[in-house]
């Protein structure tokens, strides 16, 4: 008997993209589009694309893609002045930490939007202020979404303005103060 693959299983799915560009998901049978695979991301559901020829791995280059569209689309998330600073790192003597520290900045930002989802809820659950609650935590996931320029009104998230000689050291000491000041608005509310 066939187990079902949920998402929190570590097994990813994996996707083959043919030469006519369509997408099949193997656990499902179907063919499959950059849309879905977008879905399944934001579901934390791990899968692997590979080119159906040759069995590359082209994960990379399919999550790109998708990150293309989205911004077509006028979900504007990557300010200009952050791809260009991007595009200026290729070729860098530092590409090589580029990826890791963009993973370690976007998971502390991940874990400080749930810290700050989680304090706002026990404050605000079931209270009177509940609704008042609400509407100021999706104007503050706006502002969240809206990261590269800024949060007017709350110290602390506004991204760092850009330096070019701006050693990795102080951006991480700003990272760092940024956090601390996330964390006393929480400790405040909680």
Known sequence: MAKSKTANESEPVVIKKYANRRLYNTETSSYITLDL???MTREGRE????????GEDITHN??????MEEEQRGKNMLPVNFLRQLIAMYGDSMQSMVPQ??????D???????QFQ?????AFGGGPLAEIAKRNMLMFEAAASAFGTGMPGV????????AADESKDDEIAQLKAQLAAL??????LS
Do not use: C, H
Not at 62 to 67: D, E, F, P
Not at 155 to 162: D, E
């Open 37 to 39: 695979l977008s879905q």
């Open 47 to 54: 899968f692997v694309v590979v080119d159906a020829k040759t």
């Open 62 to 67: 399919v999550l790109t893609q998708i990150i």
């Open 101 to 106: 520290y963009l993973e370690a900045s976007m």
């Open 108 to 114: 502390a930002f991940r874990k400080n939007q749930q």
């Open 118 to 122: 989680e304090a706002m809820k026990g």
């Open 155 to 162: 110290p602390g998230m506004t991204p760092p303005a850009p």
């Open 183 to 188: 964390n006393a608005k929480i400790d405040k």
